[in-house]
């Protein structure tokens, strides 16, 4: 929320960029942001130069108690007593345990996609440009020009939507994401006839659609992009 955003812009503007997890449990008011907070911004990556993601969210009952004893502890002086004495090198620290199970690339790119928006530390199709670009064409690319024409577009579909239009016709409207751009939804009347076992498996899979997002080619008309 945003006084979560606005205690932790104070507590920057105040002290400076925090080093450590602990420097920014120390500083940050528990009561403003709250555990829900710091979840978010662990999977959102905000401490990816502090830590791992996973060993965080691992730790984070152990972190949060920490950070509300050490804030009890200043409001009693005993914590400007540690750095009147010896600054950093006596301040209470934590020792974060390793998480037993990692949280994979993948869904570490959900996470950001789901409470950001967008794609920060890396993108789905990194992996896949070489492909897009010896087997696909850009949808930028498909211009009145080539009107007609079959193409093949590459990207990622977040959502789809099938109607039967007026002829009695099968229509599926996928909302696509690209590599680099977003494009609004496009309108693919071939797109049972082509490939009918994407329609059933976005059927049977509606979540995985929206939040994994899977990779796949569509041949569709030009005229219709």
Known sequence: GIGAVEEIIRARDAGGLFKSVEDFAKRVSTSKVNRKAWESLIKAGAFDKLGDRSDLLFNLDAILAFASKLQKEALSGQVDMFAALGGDKLMPSIELKTAPVKHTPKEQLMWEREL??????????????????????PLHNCAPSIDGQQVTIG???????????????????LESEPRHTLHPPLGVPQFRTIYPHIISKIADHPTLIATAAPLITIVTPASKV
């Open 155 to 173: 990207g990622l579909v977040s959502t789809v939507r099938t109607i039967v239009t007026k002829s009695g016709a099968k229509m599926a409207f």
């Open 116 to 137: 950001l928006g967008l794609y920060i530390s890396a993108h789905p199709l990194d992996n896949y440009d070489a492909f897009f670009e010896e087997q696909t064409i």
